[in-house]
């Protein structure tokens, strides 16, 4: 009973939580002014942050062709990131993201070791991506920062470090979780023991698969295209931001895209942990605003460019992750 409890209480926790963050921040503007900031975007600002969000996908995509060994045509694996963008925003700590597992093995057809492997190493490879590129940001701007500033340089130091160090052993990590599990397994005879051998088997067949993706040379085009992604997707923020901030004075000359990426980073921060709600809405904005008012935004702008950018984003990701979806999971002649 407490173990169907505990998700039940986070869920609610997470609620409670979005809930008064929400209303807290609502408090603090007038809502005539966020939908007076909605209806008066600049428009071809917006158009800019489509178009990049379009290169962004199909690097995304491209990046996971070249994981995959070229075994899914691009165009599929378009829909496919589609659908794992819509998941990702809708559940809390990116476990949406396993979205691309189920749809790349049973709508593509790929066996599981490959379709976690890829799942693995992109996900390590994006960690890897920000880290020199939120350092590049923080000696950018970090005369206009206070002391703090070094201690994130030193963190993101840590972080790049650490996940470089996660690529290497991953391969060896996998094989020894896979060898606990069969230890487990060994010693239990218990109905689940058949699972458990299921799972330490998928276990060493994804790090053979980590190790043939290393033997294809793949680690360098990889993290290129990892970069261009992470651009991509802060580059496309920057001009949603812009065509959000248009009709309160800001211009192009005015908003530092250093600035931004940092900002951004920050409130997508909030997206991994356990506490974010459904789609984010509360502790998204909250950390929007606290990173933002820290780069000397007042809090006012902050909380309107919060709210607004963090619906159209949903608007644009929901309606074409959902249209990827429905296509994918459409009945075809010889499967169910």
Known sequence: MSLRRGPVLQWLA????????????????????LASTLTNLHLPSLALFVAISAAGLL????????????????????????VRNLFVDLLPARIGSLSYVYMVTSRCGLPLDEALAS???AFVFDIVAIAPLLLLALLAVGGTLPAGSWVLGGLALLLLI????????????????????SAVVSRRKSSTAPRLARVAQSFDSTADEVDASWQRGVALPVFLLSIVVRLCKFGAYYCLLHAVLVPHGYTWGT?????VFLGVAGAELSATLPLHSLAGFGTYEAAWTLGF?????????????????????QVHDYGLGLLAFLWLMRPRRGRP
């Open 293 to 313: 008012t820290q780069l000397g935004m007042s809090t006012e702008i902050a909380i309107l460019s919060g709210f607004a950018t963090h619906l159209l984003s």
């Open 14 to 33: 997470s609620l409670v939580i979005s809930v008064a963050l929400l209303y807290y921040l609502l408090s603090q503007i007038e809502l005539r002014q």
């Open 119 to 121: 799942f693995f190493l």
């Open 162 to 181: 650490g996940c470089l160090a996660a690529l290497y052993l991953m391969g060896p990590a996998l094989r020894l979780l896979a060898l606990t599990l």
């Open 59 to 82: 690097t995304r995509s491209a990046r996971y062709w070249v994981l995959l060994d070229k075994k899914i045509a691009l165009w599929p694996l378009m829909l496919v990131t589609l």
């Open 255 to 259: 908003l530092s895209f250093p600035m």
